[in-house]
């Protein structure tokens, strides 16, 4: 049976960095995010007795070691639905892969509502966050609709995500603002082995909690200035924890250092807007819907920028009728 599904990436605004189990994915801490409209990935997956291997196609390209990640995957979805035909994967992204915008969340959200109902299953949103958190811990967060968290679990079936308000809930926007379309030097799943060596990793897990229920907060009332004071101080932790890694994990470029300034500089204009980054270059401007257009001129003005992407809330991973072969 063949099958397609578009997934969002989704931008967390408290964000998780480490894994206490890596076999199952389970993260250090919680985590907060919202899913992206401009930023996604189509997967169709057919399972027939006609392929004698599975064929995985990213991009346009067959990339061995990303294949055997995806295989990996189409493994688990085979022995919940106890079948044994190979598959053939296509994927595609309308963005750059591998520059800290979460091509792997969308990626294997896609890859897991595609191949779940190719396999004939019939999942819902939790079980299959927790399919997709098997593959890459994000993806779960791409599942539900919206604002959602990732609740912090122990076990495999504590640990999914959930939506907390609808993609309507509240008009914001993130404004992906991207500098570079070179791939990251470390990927984020070898980086995040490396947290234990940060000194300061300890002190950030004690107060993860209280960041994830004041961020919550801020988004039911709808207190944007709180909001993004709280998710650009939650990036710079982060980034100041795998600065601190042995070895050091350095993802920002200075084009990205720049906008960092501009955006305080713009702030301390009248402008509200904030950022965050994920673990790459690429950076995201989050700033309320009236003011997008006021944003735009500023980033023009800009030399280093090679492309700007305005989102707003999104819906989680969806089922689609266009496949991609």
């Keep these: 049976m063949k099958k397609t599904a578009i997934a969002p990436t989704n931008i967390a605004f408290i964000k998780y960095w480490g894994r206490k189990d890596e076999v199952l994915r389970l993260p250090t801490n919680g985590s907060v995010s919202m899913n992206l409209s401009g930023l996604s990935t189509t997967t169709t997956v057919e399972f027939d007795k006609k392929y004698s291997k599975d064929e995985v196609t990213i991009n346009g390209i067959q990339n061995e070691k ?21 598959a053939k994967v ?6 750059p892969s591998a ?9 294997f959200a896609a890859l897991t509502v595609a191949g779940c109902a190719a396999a004939g299953l019939k999942l819902n949103t939790k079980e299959l966050s927790i399919l997709a958190r098997q593959g890459s811990g994000s993806s779960c967060r791409s599942i539900p609709d ?5 609740v912090d679990g122990d076990t495999s079936d504590t640990s999914y995500a ?6 309507d809930y509240w008009d914001i926007a993130d404004i992906v603002v991207i500098v570079s379309n070179e791939k990251k030097d470390v990927l984020s799943s070898e980086g995040q082995r490396l947290v234990g060596t940060s000194p300061f990793m300890p002190a950030r897990l004690k107060h993860m909690s209280d960041k994830i229920i004041q961020c919550k907060k801020y988004i039911k009332e709808k207190d944007f200035k709180s909001f993004g004071e709280l998710v650009e101080s939650e990036a710079l932790e982060l980034h100041a924890i795998m600065l601190t890694s042995q070895p050091s994990l350095i993802y920002w470029l200075p084009a990205t250092i720049s906008m960092m300034k501009l955006v305080k500089k713009w702030r301390s204009e009248g402008l509200p807007v904030y950022f965050t980054v994920n673990t790459g270059q690429d950076i995201h401007l989050i700033c309320e819907k009236k003011d997008i257009s006021s ?16 989102n707003y809330p999104s819906h989680g991973t969806a089922l689609t009728e266009q496949h991609l072969f």
């Design 99 to 107: 520059t800290g915008l979460s091509s792997s969340a969308s990626g």
């Design 295 to 310: 944003l735009e001129e500023k980033l023009k003005t800009v030399q280093d920028i090679k492309k700007i992407i305005i």
């Design 66 to 86: 990303e294949s055997l990640r995806v295989i990996k995957h189409l493994d688990r979805i085979r022995r919940l639905a106890n079948i044994s035909e190979k």
């Design 146 to 150: 919206g604002f959602v968290e990732w």
């Design 90 to 95: 296509v994927s595609t992204n309308n963005f």
């Design 162 to 167: 959930e939506s907390i308000f609808p993609s």
